[in-house]
């Protein structure tokens, strides 16, 4: 077996952050998403020869954290995400006047969708990969993921009452909550 | 497919040719928290024990190759 090399590893330290924040919107929890995190670590170590050099490694290491995640949410039963009663906080989310949406609002938001939407919106929205890369990193259809950021979308907008989205057309939750659009 | 059903039950359709770089993107609320939310998660502090791991598990390598 191949020695891992010096530049492996250094990208293995440049990619840790954007690891993290992967994990934390996986499991809505610092302590699990840095397990998750270190087991990525290792698994990608003793797999790095699977790695094809020139390819994307951030995503390469998105998806074994994933499977990682997934794995462990099944062996556990679920508990995972429920444990510490953060999802159960359910908040009572105040229509966000005119674009002041508060950050804590928005987490307790993001909190609510089901894992295979926020996963989704994460990657496509905030982590930067392409509808194609996410595909890859999920294991599944594109279309898939396009469904999936479209829905945890609009959930997000319904949960948050958010307004002033219409640059998309009106839809129905903007029409309900606001009469006087957003500039 | 299933998901193409409900793409449309939802009334995504339209908003589903935009792409991520329009239906995410600045001039989207959802879009803007969403990476602020995520920002703030990536520049957080790495804690020792990410690098402390990587150079154990260089140690316990048996042959190294510096390159």
């Not at chain 1, 906080?89 to 674009?99: D, S």
């Amino acid at each position: 077996m191949a020695a891992v090399s010096q530049g492996f590893k250094t990208d293995l330290l440049g990619a840790i952050p954007s690891l993290r924040a992967f994990a934390v919107s996986l499991t809505q929890n610092a302590d699990k998403a840095d397990d998750l995190v270190q087991e990525t670590l290792v698994k990608a170590w003793d797999k790095h020869e699977s790695f094809q050099p020139g390819t994307n490694l951030k995503a390469w290491l998105f998806t074994i954290l994933r499977n990682e995640f997934y794995s462990q949410m099944r062996k556990r039963g679920r508990e995972v995400q429920d444990s510490d009663g953060i999802m159960t906080a359910r908040l009572a989310v105040h229509p966000a006047q005119h674009g002041q949406l508060d950050l804590k609002d928005f987490r307790g938001a993001l909190e609510q969708l089901p894992e295979d939407q926020r996963e989704a919106i994460i990657l496509i929205g905030a982590s930067g990969f392409s509808y194609e890369e996410a595909a890859e990193i999920c294991g599944c259809a594109v279309g898939t993921i396009k469904s999936r950021v479209s829905r945890a979308r609009t959930r997000l907008q319904e949960i948050l009452k958010i307004s002033g989205e219409d640059e998309y057309g009106p839809d129905a939750i903007s029409a309900q909550v606001t009469s006087s659009p957003a500039s | 497919m299933k998901d193409m059903t409900k793409d449309i039950l939802a009334g995504a359709e339209s908003r589903r040719r935009n792409g991520s770089g329009d239906a995410l993107g600045p001039n989207s609320e959802i879009g803007r928290k969403l990476k602020q939310y995520y920002d703030a998660l990536v520049s957080d502090d790495v804690p020792d024990r990410f690098s402390q791991l990587l150079s154990q598990l260089e140690r316990a390598e048996p042959a190294q190759k510096k390159d």
